[in-house]
């Protein structure tokens, strides 16, 4: 919990504790924009731990552009940090493109080619590590760019959104909907925070607040009594909290693909747990880790 009387660092009023957005609209405690899928860490090895992708963005300016120093991506964050490189959101709908997380798009709000990198941390209140892998993965997405020849590569594009930050608003705010009434908790969570991250409008922010109290403390609630079960080798404990948790959440794969893991560990049936994860990756076919345990089944 903050503490009270906390100055907000946008305009200085004091934000009552427990509050994490200002009357201003400055978000104040970031974790709340902190997003994971917990489908992703629910490996057949046991290994509960998000595997990070080991890509590296890599620098490449075209020789017409190279009119400033040939920076590598550890060089470039130099750069910007000490504010002789700036930032800016990219040409055409403020850079918005559909691959970013919440606290991605709370960072490219406050980029706007004027502030630098150091002057972001004094908004965004983020640890200087989080926000240099932050800055390079929009300089990587083509979300932003900066006043010099910075580019790296991208490693595959994504649909980039066409409309104003309220239309952007609204479409994420649709998707979330869709997807709470699909049963699909995680992404619906994902898509509301995204909403707020961009412009955190009070009724908007008051929706968060219900959601994160109510319907996503009961999905984590069976997420964790089953993984408290797997702990203590309990596995048909366990199926049994997945099953009530399907029944409650049916458009929540992540909770498919634990019971897949789960019913393997309990008495080996890959044929059952095959039929949940070829249902797992029907509601979530991007999801590589739900690829990988049904080869890893044959």
Known sequence: MRPTGEPCPKCGQAVPAGKWVCRCGQIIQLDILRHQRPADRLVFDGDLSADEDGDTPTNRIEPENQSTVRFDPIEALGELFMGRVIARPSDGAAGLLAGLNPIEIFVLSLIDGKRSAAEIIEQSRLKKVELSVILLNLLRSGSITTDAAITVETQGGAAEWGGSAVEYQRHELDRYEQSLEG?????????????????????????????????????????????????????ARAIEVLERAIEEFPGEAGFLNLLAVTIVKHNGDKQDARRYLERAIALDPNNDVYSQNISRLA
């Open 183 to 235: 049963g699909d908790v995680t992404s619906a969570t994902f898509h509301l925070k995204r909403s707020v991250a961009l412009r955190p409008d009070p009724k908007i922010v008051e929706t968060l607040v219900r959601h994160l109290d109510t319907v996503f403390k009961d999905c984590d609630a069976f997420y964790n009594t089953a993984r408290y079960h797997l702990s203590m080798d309990e596995t």
